[in-house]
């Protein structure tokens, strides 16, 4: 049996969407997050991705580790089952979910902190595991929810509002997630929708683990000249590789592009990602070359965005385990227990005189 | 015979003694040693046979401790009549060990001097190595086939039908005729030679009985795996350690079995073996938060890494099982030895004022059942429920009852509310006490486009799931929760308490693998006249009976395998009793407790209060 969400009592013109859902049917709880804090336009592009693709609110499971950032699935999808687990262990729960049940879209959100510093094991290990899942790190290079300590993301060199300049070595999880295996992988910005919007669609429609780092400048904490986190310091160093459209099924592709300017992913489900170069070397099916163009550009204090590397023939784990179609949580008894008949010949069998 | 006894009688025993086997780890004496245990059982006499092993793979001394007992005592009884010693490194310890008038089974090959041996015990030596060296050219197969030669000879020294480990061996390498005939070969030298040099049967004898009768024989972690088959769990998570590495792998060779889809060969579970313990209870809380049945097993070192995690569970309301096989800890070396030493651990497991359900099975009937009862349990408590087991239950195999099964129980889901209830428009607040029990309704993800999401998280939320950091939603929390612990009471397997045969001022109370040490102890002291009640705990939280057996009785004894006496802490403090009442009975050394260890002690407590047995009582 299938159930309705009723309509909301709205102008008439306001927009739906295919499914007949307005942009309010994807919000949540009002933020308590700092004003001006890069989290909360994250926020607003998830309800954005989601309402252009036509996905029943309901249909995603939203979790997320402890933090600024991982409170904020609160903020939208209010219609969405959601889980505020532990600090640096979502992608452990986030798998149990999906094994539960794959029809489900997954969405994990979580911090630098909760992610590169205390979570960096289940980070790696859900990406090497394919766990079909969109996750997001909104990165802000501190610690923004116990007050501003440096995260494992802040670049060295980078200074804190105090004025203690950080010397360890930054770790950069796209990289890191390229070398696990990750089948998407992108890097994006909080300040830049046009380009986050489409990448966490082109995320959503993914089958497999899908990794996108948006920058996520800490207005309280990180947002200072001398850090490499700030809004200013973020849109001075952008690097964008490309620029991302998502095209379903449905669409009529209305946009021209100059030849050899174009390149064309058609994913799983049949969603075609439509990339515009803007570096017209940049290959985002090479793996390899992927990795080694984000150390070159480090090194040259840039940020590499866009879509940096996407599988369009990856496999989850599912795949992996071989489960059947049927989500494992709508098994029921019959299927489930072997019975009494079973039990007595395996008793036999384990008789001894 | 090479009697060296000249003071002492040699013991004369039927169907009723202790044999152990000292060997080297990774020799291959394993499947030898159990071959025998079940030629035993073949005869129809019951058998509890317990590996001693060290944390090693291939070097280091191990035992396996065979208790023979026609009347079913399947504990570690204490003592040993007769030694298979197989291993030079453990000798001297080993001879020492023998009862005075036991006998010491030995590799007769290399020459001993008379003072490694003793005066009081009847010597067995077989040339078994010169035998392998004679027969056999390839390293491997002299040492494989020395384990049969004992199992032959030792089969002719017990009046073993020799027939029924031929049948043993037939079946344990079907369809391998070439197998079948060397190891029978090997079998019957080493037979040949007990039967041409020796009186058999010696004064330790196998008569046919038909003392095992319908039982089965498994280990604990096996019967784990089975019950959560059939508990209907999906998901396994784990992190592989000793001694519950098994439970998963018998989860997933029994779902290959049962769980296979027959159209599509496809898998209808999922096993996970994690990056650690932190992230298999977080896989088994996010498969349960989704509506699916889910499990970890581990052991201590992996249960105090879950602990932020069982925190969560608890507060936020996710059912979670944990089969927790018990070992010493921390580190490598005990943890191959066995405890009861978690309870405290899991009881209290993480921070905030948690408490958590516990089940203690005694034996692999009840690691079956509570083992699927547990996926029922933590989905109508909505908690984590934590089946403890210990190394000893686990992974010997122990003789039992045939599990059972009835084909009409369903799976109570617990409180669950549907989309067509949330459409009616029933009433849903996640933490809300709707029935007075403490219980709540929870939804599974996805049921509803418009209603019944809500967002879970720790403590800090009100009845609705709406963020919350009022002082009274908290203490509304914390009060429900206290009332779904009441609950449990209830749900958790009673305990079953034995009376003596006369009426007695004294109690003991004891669980889990301490079982059937204590079903002999008890038997031990009646014989001395002194009669104790008892009571076996199956379940935390305590049922009123507990509480009402120990008012009932001047005092009672804790019997445990633990140093800091884990369940008189837990009956002290949750039952309130006074702990002068409750007399602590520890075991510790890592050995399974044995029965002569029990009844000495309670002894010797009785003795020290100058409690006058009841026997003499009634001759004065
Ligand atoms: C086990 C544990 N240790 C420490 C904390 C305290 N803590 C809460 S949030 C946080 C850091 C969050 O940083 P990040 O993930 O970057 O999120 P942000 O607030 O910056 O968005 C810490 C250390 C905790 N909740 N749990
Ligand atoms: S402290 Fe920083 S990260 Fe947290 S809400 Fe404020 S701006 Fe955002
Ligand atoms: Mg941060």
């Known amino acids: 049996m299938t159930f309705l969400a009723k309509p909301n009592l709205l102008r008439p013109d306001t927009p739906r969407n295919t499914l007949g859902y307005t942009r309010r049917d994807y919000e949540g709880a009002i933020s308590t997050l700092c004003a001006g804090c890069g989290h909360d336009s994250i926020s607003a592009a998830v309800v954005q991705a989601c309402f252009d693709l036509d996905i029943e609110p309901h249909r995603v499971a939203k979790l997320s580790g402890i933090g600024c950032s991982s409170k904020t699935p609160d903020y939208f999808l209010g219609a969405s089952h959601g889980f505020n687990t532990t600090h640096g262990r979502m992608p452990s729960v986030l798998t149990g979910a999906a094994l539960a049940n794959r029809e489900l879209i997954y969405l994990g959100v979580s911090g630098d902190g909760d992610s590169a510093s205390i979570g960096i094991g289940q980070f790696a290990h859900a990406m090497r595991r394919g766990v079909n899942m969109t996750y997001l790190v909104e990165n802000n290079g501190v610690y923004g929810l116990t007050k501003g300590q440096f995260s494992a993301t802040a670049d060295r060199g980078s200074k804190s509002k105090r004025g203690v300049v950080n010397s360890e070595t930054p770790i950069d999880l796209a990289a890191l997630a390229l070398q696990l295996g990750a089948t998407y992988v992108a890097r994006s910005f909080s300040g830049d929708k046009e380009q986050l919007i489409p990448l966490i669609k082109g995320a959503l429609r993914h089958l497999g683990s899908a990794l996108i780092d948006v920058i996520s400048p800490c207005v309280t904490f990180n947002n200072h000249a001398g850090s490499t986190k700030s809004y200013d310091f973020v849109r001075e160093h952008n690097d964008a590789v490309n620029r991302l459209d998502v095209i379903l099924p449905r669409d009529k592709i209305s946009a021209s592009y100059p030849p050899g300017s174009l390149r064309r992913i058609v994913q799983h489900d049949g969603s075609v990602l439509h990339l515009r170069k803007i570096d017209k070397d940049y290959d985002p099916s090479d793996r390899v070359g992927a990795m080694n163009y984000l150390q070159e550009r480090h090194v040259l204090g840039e940020i590499v965005t866009g879509l940096l590397y996407v599988d369009s023939s990856a496999e989850d784990l599912h795949r992996h385990l071989n489960t059947v179609e049927m989500p494992l949580n709508k098994l029921q008894d019959d299927t489930l227990c072997p019975g009494s008949k079973a039990l007595e010949a395996l008793n036999a069998s384990l008789r001894s005189s | 015979m090479s009697t060296m006894s000249t003071t002492t009688a040699a013991i004369q025993a039927s169907n009723d003694f202790v044999i152990k086997f000292a060997n080297v780890n990774g020799s291959g004496s394993a499947s030898a040693n159990e071959l025998f245990a079940r030629a035993i059982m073949g005869m129809g006499v019951p058998v509890a046979p317990r590996n001693i092993f060290p944390s090693n793979i291939q070097g280091l001394p191990t035992w396996y401790e065979m208790r023979v007992s026609e009347a079913g005592w399947l504990g570690r009884r204490g003592g040993c009549e007769l030694m298979v010693a197989m291993n030079p490194q453990s000798w001297d310890r080993d001879v020492a060990e023998v009862a005075p008038g036991g006998y010491l089974f030995y590799d007769s090959t290399k020459v001993l001097p008379r003072s490694r041996f003793r005066e009081d015990i009847t010597v067995l030596g077989v040339p078994l190595t010169e035998i392998c060296n004679r027969e056999y050219t390839d390293p491997r197969q002299r040492q494989l086939f020395k384990n049969i030669m ?386 076996r705990v199956r379940g935390f939280p305590f049922a009123d009976e507990v509480v009402d057996f120990i008012n009932e009785h001047d005092a009672v004894f804790v019997v445990e395998q633990n140093e800091s006496g884990q369940l008189r802490m837990l009956l002290i403090n949750e039952a309130e009793i006074d702990p002068k009442r409750l007399i602590r009975v520890l075991h510790y050394d890592g050995t399974p407790i044995t029965a002569r260890f029990i009844s000495g002690m309670i002894a010797d407590a009785l003795s020290a209060r100058q409690v006058t047995p009841v026997r003499k009582q009634v001759a004065s």
């Open chain 2, 150 to 535: 004992y199992v032959g000879a030792l089969t002719a020294l017990l009046g073993i039908d020799l027939g029924v480990v031929d049948g043993l061996i037939a079946d344990q390498f079907r369809g391998k005729d070439k197998l079948i005939g060397a190891n029978i070969n090997a079998l019957k030298l080493g037979y040949t030679y007990a039967s041409d040099h020796f009186a058999c049967p010696i004064g330790l004898r196998i008569e046919r009985s038909n003392g095992v009768g319908e039982r089965i024989f498994i280990n604990g972690n096996d019967a784990c795996g089975l019950g959560a088959v059939y508990g209907g769990a999906t998901v396994a998570a784990w992190y592989p350690i000793t001694p519950s590495t098994s439970v998963i792998e018998a989860f997933s060779s029994y779902c290959r079995k049962f769980r296979t889809d027959p159209d599509n060969g496809m898998a209808r579970y999922a096993v996970v073996q994690a990056e650690d313990e932190l992230a298999s209870i977080g896989m088994v809380i996010g498969a349960s938060w989704n509506g699916a049945r889910a499990f970890t097993a581990t052991s201590g070192p992996g249960i105090s890494l879950m602990q932020e995690f069982f925190g969560l569970a608890y507060f936020a309301e996710v059912p979670a099982v944990i089969f927790n096989v018990q070992r010493g800890g921390p580190s490598t070396g005990m943890p191959t030895r066995t405890q009861q030493s978690d309870l405290i651990a899991c009881a209290y497991a993480s921070h905030g004022d948690t408490k958590h359900v516990l089940l203690f099975p005694e034996d692999p009937y009840e690691c079956f059942k509570f083992g699927a009862q547990a996926f029922d349990l933590a989905d109508r408590l909505q908690t984590p429920i934590f089946v403890l087991l210990d190394l000893d239950m686990g992974m010997n195999d122990h003789l039992c009852q045939p599990f059972d099964w009835d084909d009409q129980r369903l799976y109570d889901r617990g409180k669950i509310m549907t989309a067509e209830e949330l459409e009616a428009g029933k009433n849903f607040g996640r933490y809300l006490d709707v029935d007075g029990d403490g219980i709540p309704y929870r939804t599974i993800p996805g049921t509803h486009p418009s209603k019944g999401a809500f967002f879970s998280r720790g403590t800090t939320r009100n009845a609705y799931a709406k963020y919350s950091e009022t002082g009274t939603d908290y203490i509304y929390n914390m009060e429900r929760l206290r009332r779904k612990f009441e609950t449990a009471k209830k749900m958790v397997p009673a305990p079953v308490a034995k009376r003596a045969a006369q009426p007695s001022r004294f109690g003991a109370i004891y669980y889990g693998s301490t079982s059937p040490a204590m079903a002999e102890a008890l038997v031990q002291l009646a014989a001395q006249g002194i009669h104790v009640n008892s009571l």
